[in-house]
């Protein structure tokens, strides 16, 4: 009996944990867009599929259900039209020209992808 509970007890404290350190919270890239100064220098997951990449900048596009966003790395650029969770830290870049804004837009510096 006693063994038949420690086993027990050892499966459920490991098959709970492992549901706990596999569940992350995905958001969804409107949401983050919409309420950038919320997620602003934040890290947040996304996933998408990745719908174009500028190499020379080292940009790719990914996008779900709601919207796209570009995502910014240091590493490799991933494969176009695959899907991808990435994990980063939500950034904005302004620029203005003799008061003009150019673009004003929310991007991601990814941290990881899997």
Known sequence: MIKYFTLTTFCLAFFTSCNFLSSIDIKDIKEIKEKRTEFLDKEVS????VESKLG???????KDNTDEIYVYTKDTLPNKNQTYTVTGIVKERKERLLGF?????????????N
């Open 56 to 62: 020379i900048l080292n940009l790719y596009v990914i």
């Open 46 to 49: 996304i996933k998408g599929t």
């Open 101 to 113: 804004e150019l673009f004003d837009e929310v991007y991601i510096e990814e941290t990881e992808r």
